[in-house]
């Protein structure tokens, strides 16, 4: 499975972003898919994770502000990502994982996009 995100760029603060995920060989309908994010210094970090099924699961900070979603037809999976903030600003990766069981743990996704970088100016 090769995986390319997209979708990034410079937003102000209170602003929308939609990230995209584009995904070739295997579905989605065969993989779970999350997103990460890593900030400049720090470590990468869970962010949302959509199941085979479609059920969802965030990181706390971004409840209620992120949506994951996808199209399994498309082979694409999507951040939908509002009411942005500064702290949100970090290089965004999509990854799959063909495991059944959520894990919020990066090292557990076997498929890695290039990532897409996320400014949110103050």
């Known amino acids: 499975v090769q995986l390319q995100a997209f979708g990034g760029g410079l937003v102000q603060a209170g602003g929308s972003l939609r990230l995209s995920c584009a995904a070739s060989g295997r579905t989605f309908s065969s993989y779970a898919a999350g997103w990460f994010r890593q900030a400049p210094g720090k470590e990468r970090e869970f962010v949302a994770r959509i199941s085979r099924s479609g059920s969802h699961t965030y990181y706390g900070s971004v409840k209620g502000r992120f949506t994951i979603s996808k199209d399994n037809d498309k082979n694409m999976v999507y951040l939908q990502m509002n009411s942005l903030n500064p702290e949100d600003t970090a290089v965004y990766y999509c990854?799959?994982?063909?495991?059944?069981?959520?894990?919020?743990?990066?090292?557990?996704?076997?498929?890695w996009g290039q990532g897409t970088l996320v400014t949110v100016s103050s």
């Open positions: 990854a799959a994982d063909r495991g059944f069981t959520y894990t919020p743990l990066a090292s557990d996704y076997e498929y």
